[in-house]
């Protein structure tokens, strides 16, 4: 089975992926969104109990690539990231 293809619109959404998955499908997502000149990212984590988020929260302070990444300040308030990617 070959790997899903996911659109690179800069909306990744976790809730079809495993936890263990998140350790390159991040890193690799924001490599494809800088690719297509993608800068402002919204990462789709849920709210549960927050361990999904401080994994991504973590994952995103390891990224040279990210500028900086606060809590969506929109509906989904504490259930969607949403980071600036460095232009260089």
């Keep these: 089975m070959s790997p899903e293809k996911l659109p690179i619109d800069g909306v990744l959404d976790l809730h079809t992926f495993r936890p263990d998955e998140l350790g390159s499908l991040i890193p690799n997502y924001i490599e494809e969104c800088l690719k297509e000149d993608i800068y402002e990212i919204r990462i789709i984590h849920g709210k ?19 500028e900086s990444y606060s809590l969506a300040g929109d509906r989904s308030g504490w259930g969607a990231t949403v980071a600036s990617l460095n232009r260089d």
């Design 48 to 66: 549960g109990t927050g361990n999904l988020r401080r994994s991504v929260h973590t994952l995103l302070d390891r990224n040279p690539h990210v």
